[in-house]
C-alpha cells in the first residue's frame, strides 16, 4: 500500500470521526440549516449564434414572461457562504454529483465526492468554525422539529383524504 493511500485511510477515518462525511453529516446539516438553493434553469435548446442575445429585448414593459415547454427549473445543490457570521468559509454541495466542498479563506480544505472522500485538510482554525456552525444550525433544527412535524402530519391528513376521495370516485366507496 502506498503512503497517499494510508494517509487517505487515516484522513477519512478522522472525517467520519468528526461527524463531516456523508449528505447526513455536519456539513450538510448546516447546508440544510443556513444554505441556500443552487438553482438550474434552461433548457435543452440552446441558442447558437450571438454571444450578446438579450432574450427579454423584445418582451414589452406589461408582458408577462412564460417558460418554454422545453424549459426547466431544477434545484442542482446548495450553497451557504458563511461571510455574514464573520467567517471566510464556503460549503457547496451538488446533488447530481454528490459532491461537498468546503473552501475556508479561499483554500480548499474538503472535498468528498460520492462518498468518498477527496481531500482533507485537518487544522483546528476551520473545524472550530464548523463545529460552531453546526450547534448553531442544531439549535434551530430542534427549534424546528415542532413545526415540521406538524406540517408533515397537516400533508399526511391531506394525501389520505384525497387517496379516500380517488377510492370513492372511482369505485363508489
Given at each position: 500500500m502506498?503512503?497517499?493511500?494510508?494517509?487517505?485511510?487515516?484522513?477519512?477515518?478522522?472525517?467520519?470521526?468528526?461527524?463531516?462525511?456523508?449528505?447526513?453529516?455536519?456539513?450538510?446539516?448546516?447546508?440544510?440549516?443556513f444554505?441556500?438553493?443552487?438553482?438550474?434553469?434552461g433548457?435543452?435548446?440552446?441558442?447558437?449564434?450571438?454571444?450578446l442575445?438579450?432574450?427579454?429585448?423584445?418582451?414589452?414593459?406589461?408582458?408577462?414572461l412564460?417558460?418554454?415547454?422545453?424549459?426547466?427549473?431544477?434545484?442542482?445543490?446548495?450553497?451557504?457562504?458563511?461571510?455574514?457570521?464573520?467567517?471566510?468559509?464556503?460549503?457547496?454541495?451538488?446533488?447530481?454529483l454528490?459532491?461537498?466542498l468546503?473552501?475556508?479563506?479561499?483554500?480548499?480544505?474538503?472535498?468528498?465526492v460520492?462518498g468518498?472522500?477527496?481531500?482533507?485538510?485537518?487544522?483546528?482554525?476551520w473545524?472550530?468554525?464548523?463545529?460552531?456552525?453546526?450547534?448553531?444550525?442544531?439549535k434551530?433544527e430542534?427549534?424546528?422539529?415542532?413545526?415540521?412535524?406538524?406540517?408533515?402530519?397537516?400533508?399526511?391528513?391531506?394525501k389520505?383524504?384525497?387517496i379516500?376521495?380517488?377510492?370513492?370516485?372511482?369505485?363508489?366507496i
Open positions: 502506498d503512503r497517499e493511500q494510508i494517509i487517505k485511510e487515516a484522513r477519512t477515518l478522522e472525517a467520519i470521526k468528526n461527524g463531516y462525511m456523508g449528505l447526513d453529516g455536519k456539513l450538510c446539516r448546516i447546508l440544510k440549516v444554505g441556500t438553493e443552487i438553482i438550474s434553469h433548457s435543452s435548446c440552446y441558442e447558437v449564434g450571438n454571444c442575445y438579450d432574450p427579454y429585448e423584445t418582451i414589452e414593459e406589461d408582458q408577462i412564460t417558460m418554454d415547454e422545453d424549459e426547466s427549473i431544477l434545484e442542482i445543490g446548495k450553497h451557504f457562504d458563511a461571510i455574514k457570521f464573520g467567517i471566510n468559509l464556503n460549503i457547496t454541495l451538488n446533488f447530481y454528490r459532491e461537498i468546503v473552501e475556508y479563506k479561499g483554500r480548499l480544505v474538503y472535498k468528498e460520492s468518498e472522500l477527496e481531500s482533507y485538510v485537518p487544522f483546528k482554525e473545524e472550530d468554525e464548523i463545529e460552531n456552525l453546526f450547534l448553531q444550525a442544531k434551530i430542534k427549534k424546528n422539529k415542532p413545526l415540521e412535524k406538524k406540517e408533515m402530519e397537516e400533508y399526511s391528513k391531506e389520505r383524504m384525497k379516500l376521495d380517488d377510492l370513492r370516485n372511482k369505485w363508489g
